[in-house]
């Protein structure tokens, strides 16, 4: 007899091929079967969820949660898990010097599955152009050291997936520190046998000296920024065709839309010329999480909205990203021995605000809700999109006093 068995719902589940009504049964925390409705099979517990999405537990590829260090962090269980998020990518929130500490006290103890890339820099993101002082983590390359990255790697290869570098001038002494920065993190990658993820909005080096770096099977994020300098569009929103070399040799596309890398203009004309970013995470922290992008569903809404089809959208969720982490049987999923991490979602008609980082702001006709949320086998609790704060788009104030 399963444990569970979730009725009637439609399953969408990529890495099977599945778009289709399905009945998903668990035992001992995995999935036992995918049974096709009214098969009768017993069950100790049923629940019925007729009308709505059967999706695998959501995989966001990019959030920050060191939550009490680094000025980015949020707390993960109420921002992700309550909100569909089952196993999460913190992207470089932590650094050599700082990892041990966002084990302990947030990766061990959390309800979400956690794993992280390690910046290059050993401080990780604790301070940053938002904060005072202003200072970005590459402002002293010192702090960048090859062989202290990989030692931490090495150490904690349960956990660290990767490298992780934000090349934007303002976060690198005015651009002078970014070239060296990205070559020490390829370094430390290539090391450690292990992606490489940059960001490059308002980097100084040029596109194509960037991807020079990168190899098959790393992730060049913040893909549809829309910002010019550091991004895979020329100025008349053609997509580079560097870009599109080093996507069909096995680099990855990453959406991260935070506070200032998602636009409607950039994002359509990507899909327009066939450039799919193969994932689509949210860059959820703490300057975002009251808007533009609240929670990784609302991401999704922006690309529906757009024109993606919800099963090329869940993709970018669940089977593409459970491949990037090396983890294609066991998340990402619902085939039977896989974890039963679950999202139940309605989809909502009606007129919903979706906004992008320019403050353009167009009307969906759709919205997906999280109804039912399990965390292997077990349900959790749902908590309500974050209220919009109505100023997501204004910097922190600098007391007059301390200004430079």
Same mark, same amino acid.
């Given at each position: ?16 091929? /599945? ?6 049964? @668990?035992? !001992? ?52 898990? +309550? ?11 932590? &650094?050599?010097?700082?990892?041990? &500490?966002?084990?302990?006290? /947030? ?47 090495? +150490?904690?290869?349960?956990?660290? @997936? #990767? ?17 060296? =920065?990205?070559?020490? =993190? ?7 046998? @292990?992606? $490489? ?58 959406? !991260? ?13 990507? $899909? ?5 970013? &193969? ?42 990203? =459970? ?21 139940? $979602? ?30 292997? #086998?077990?349900?959790? !609790? ?7 704060? #109505? ?14």
């Amino acid at each position: 007899m399963y444990d569970l068995i979730i009725r009637n719902g439609t399953l969408i589940d990529p890495a099977q091929g /599945i778009n289709t009504q399905k009945d998903i049964a @668990l035992t !001992g925390g995995r999935v036992a079967a995918v049974i096709d409705p009214g098969s009768g099979v017993a069950a100790k517990h049923t629940l019925d969820v007729r009308g709505l999405y059967v999706l695998p537990g959501l995989i966001d590829l990019h959030v920050h949660v060191f939550s009490g260090v680094s000025h980015y962090g949020i707390d993960v269980d109420p921002t992700c898990l +309550a909100r569909g998020v089952t196993t999460v990518l913190d992207a470089g929130s932590s &650094g050599a010097l700082t990892f041990p &500490g966002f084990r302990k006290f /947030i990766i061990d103890v959390s309800q979400t599955r956690l794993y992280a890339l390690l910046n290059i820099s050993a401080m990780g993101m604790v301070s940053g152009s938002e904060t005072i002082p202003p200072l970005g983590e590459l402002e002293d390359l010192r702090y960048s050291n090859v062989e202290t990255a990989v030692r931490m790697i090495e +150490a904690n290869r349960d956990r660290i @997936l #990767g490298v992780k570098v934000r090349l934007s001038n303002f976060l690198a002494a005015d651009g002078k520190n970014e070239l060296q =920065a990205l070559l020490r =993190a390829r370094e430390a990658a290539e090391a450690v046998r @292990l992606p $490489l993820m940059v960001h490059s909005p308002l980097s100084s080096i040029p596109t194509e000296r960037i991807l020079d770096e990168l190899r098959p099977g790393d992730i060049l994020t913040h893909c549809v920024h829309g910002h010019g300098a550091g991004g895979i569009m020329s100025d008349d929103l053609k997509v580079l065709p560097a870009v599109r070399k080093k996507v069909e040799q096995g680099l990855r596309l990453d959406v !991260g839309h935070g506070r200032g890398s998602f636009t409607f203009r950039v994002a359509r004309a990507v $899909l327009e010329q066939g450039v799919f970013p &193969g994932t689509i995470s949210s860059d959820l922290h703490t300057y975002n999480l009251h808007g533009p992008v609240f929670d990784l569903v609302t991401t999704m809404d922006k690309f529906l909205h757009i024109g993606m089809e919800l099963y090329e959208v869940v993709r970018r969720v669940t089977s593409t990203p =459970a491949e990037v982490l090396g983890m294609p049987e066991e998340i990402g999923t619902l085939k039977p021995g896989a974890y039963a991490d679950i999202v139940v $979602l309605e989809m909502q008609e009606g007129e919903f605000d979706l906004t992008d980082t320019f403050g353009v702001t167009e009307t969906g006709q759709y919205h997906l809700e999280p109804r039912y949320i399990f965390r292997g #086998g077990r349900q959790v !609790g749902v908590l309500p999109r974050p209220e919009s704060s #109505g100023d997501y788009f204004q910097p922190p104030e600098i007391p007059e006093s301390i200004k430079p």
